[in-house]
Structure formats: structure tokens, C-alpha cells
């Protein structure tokens, strides 16, 4: 950077203060540096595979607050080894240190990733897997906070826009924030499975910044679907493991939700099928809540 240019940064900072020109600075930069990743990250994926229920996943944290980027990336691994979905796995996240995410998450990033998606899968075989974790509003939908890409909220009849491409008819969507329930209704077919962290009205906890993981998160990611088990098991042990922190802890249940369309025994059963046989180690520290 030249002398010039960092004397009229410093001037402009000193008149409208540090955030505000950084974000009108570093926007287009961060713009590019996104689609770079992205592109990158969509061409790495592999091809479905002719004759095989090939799962698909994408994990998104669509807040910057630390917490949802550690529970994605980690998210990310698990699912793809659950899921028999290594090289079929994208997750959109902030980094943090060496760990490394395939690209920023953001609304429209999302919605690109899906339509890339779709247009690899064979419809009537494989499954779509995504996992969203940040905060939600009653009413309103997902939260999308991030200081350098803006703010945003994805309302259910959005998300069902970007899930309703014709190459997504098998989907197993979790969702993984408060309120979440109120998605169900938007989201639910027979050929669909939706998981929420919450009912539509109901908070959910553990997304304080400084946690490796959500109590939703921990449950079912960190500890459920790292033992071998079928998927729907795996979500009912999950909830009354959070049930039993919630009422250990004095809080309000978070009542997560799920909903199992009639037509998805087919898909699920080959994915549960080939699920590792061996359980794995939790990675990262239980929510700190859980420590009171």
C-alpha cells in the first residue's frame, strides 16, 4: 500500500470510524476472494456415482460468532464420514487458525452451492444433506451476521426456494438454530426429512462465542452420529440427551422437531447402511453451560 493511499485511509477512518471503511473497502475484495473459493470449492466435487445413493452434504454457518464456524467445520467431517459423502461434502464458514472451511457462508453463496448441487445429482438416487447452524428469530427465520458480507435473514419460504430445484428430491435437512421449528411446515414432503434444534417458538442453547459446539450440535453431531446407529435413533438419543441437560440446568426445553416423509425409507436405509461400523471420538469441548 502506498504512502498516499494509507494517509487517505487513516483520513478516512478518522471520519467515519474504523468499521465503516473497512466495510466499504474491503467489500468487493471479500466479494472476489468468495467466489474464488467457491468456485474452486464446486469444482472439487465428485461426480455422483451411476447405480449408488450417493449423499450430497453441505453444512453452513450463517453467523460469524466463532461458534457456529467450529461446529460447521467439525460438522462437516462427521457428516461426510456418516454419510459416505468424502469429496461430496462442502462447508461454507469462516476459518479459524489452520482449520480451514471450503468458502465463506452466505446467503447467496448458498443458494450457488445448491444450484451446483442439484446439477450434479441423479434425482431419483441420491440425497441432498444439509446442516445450517447459527441464530434465529421468531417469526422471521436464520440469522445471517457477518461484519465483512452484511446481514440477513433466510425466512423459510426462501430456504424452501433454494431446496425446491428438481434435483433435490431426497433431502435430510437439520437445521440448527433457535426457533427453527418454524421451518418444518415449509420444508416438509414425502421425500423429505427435516430436524430442528428447536420447536418454531422455543429457544435453543448453547451458542455463546467462546463454545466448540451448540447443546444441539454436541447432541447430535459430536456424540449421536459418531455411534453407529440409524439416523432417526441417532436424532431420538440426541434429544433426550438435551432434554436431560435443559431440565439438569433449569431452562425451558428447546423441543427439537423432526419430521419423517412416508417415501424416505428407500434412500435413508442405503445411507444408513453404509455408515462407519465403528464409533469415533468426540472432538472439541461440551458447551461451557454444561459446566455450571
Same mark, same amino acid.
Given at each position: ?25 474491503l467489500a468487493p475484495a ?12 464446486? %469444482? *472439487? !466435487?465428485?461426480?455422483?456415482? @451411476?447405480?449408488?445413493?450417493? &449423499?450430497?452434504?453441505?453444512? #453452513?454457518? $450463517?453467523? +460469524? ?74 417469526? %422471521? *427465520? !436464520?440469522?445471517?451476521?457477518? @461484519?465483512?458480507?452484511?446481514? &440477513?435473514?433466510?425466512?423459510? #419460504?426462501? $430456504?424452501? +426456494?433454494?431446496?425446491g430445484q428438481p434435483g ?125
Open positions: 500500500m502506498s504512502w498516499l493511499l494509507k494517509t487517505c485511509l487513516a483520513c478516512l477512518i478518522a471520519l467515519f470510524g474504523a468499521a465503516d471503511v473497512a466495510a466499504q473497502l471479500v466479494q472476489l476472494e468468495d467466489q474464488r473459493r467457491l468456485n474452486e470449492a464446486l %469444482a *472439487g !466435487l465428485k461426480p455422483q456415482r @451411476p447405480g449408488m445413493v450417493d &449423499a450430497y452434504v453441505v453444512v #453452513a454457518a $450463517l453467523d +460469524a460468532d466463532p461458534v457456529f464456524g467450529r461446529e460447521a467445520r467439525e460438522a462437516g467431517r462427521v457428516l461426510a464420514s456418516r454419510f459416505d459423502a468424502e469429496g461430496r461434502t462442502l462447508v461454507l464458514a469462516n476459518d479459524e487458525g489452520g482449520d480451514k472451511a471450503g468458502a465463506a457462508a452466505t446467503p447467496e453463496g448458498l443458494a450457488r452451492a445448491l444450484g451446483k448441487i442439484a446439477s450434479l445429482m441423479n434425482p431419483d438416487e441420491d440425497v441432498l444433506v444439509l446442516y445450517t447452524t447459527s441464530h434465529g428469530s421468531p417469526h %422471521a *427465520g !436464520l440469522n445471517f451476521r457477518d @461484519p465483512a458480507r452484511g446481514e &440477513a435473514v433466510i425466512a423459510p #419460504a426462501e $430456504l424452501a +426456494a433454494m431446496l433435490f428430491k431426497n433431502r435430510l435437512i437439520i437445521l440448527q438454530a433457535c426457533f427453527s421449528g418454524q421451518f418444518v411446515p415449509a420444508l416438509e414432503a414425502p421425500r423429505t426429512i427435516v430436524a430442528t434444534a428447536s420447536s418454531s417458538m422455543k429457544s435453543s442453547f448453547g451458542c455463546s462465542a467462546g463454545n466448540d459446539w451448540t447443546f444441539f450440535g454436541y447432541a447430535l453431531i459430536n456424540q449421536a452420529m459418531r455411534q453407529p446407529d440409524t439416523f432417526v435413533r441417532q436424532f431420538r438419543r440426541a434429544f433426550v440427551t438435551i432434554l436431560g441437560w435443559e431440565q439438569r440446568l433449569g431452562f425451558e426445553p428447546s423441543s427439537p422437531q423432526i419430521s419423517i416423509g412416508s417415501e424416505t425409507a428407500g434412500w435413508l436405509a442405503s445411507l444408513d447402511a453404509r455408515e462407519p461400523k465403528r464409533a469415533s471420538a468426540p472432538v472439541g469441548r461440551p458447551p461451557s453451560e454444561l459446566a455450571q
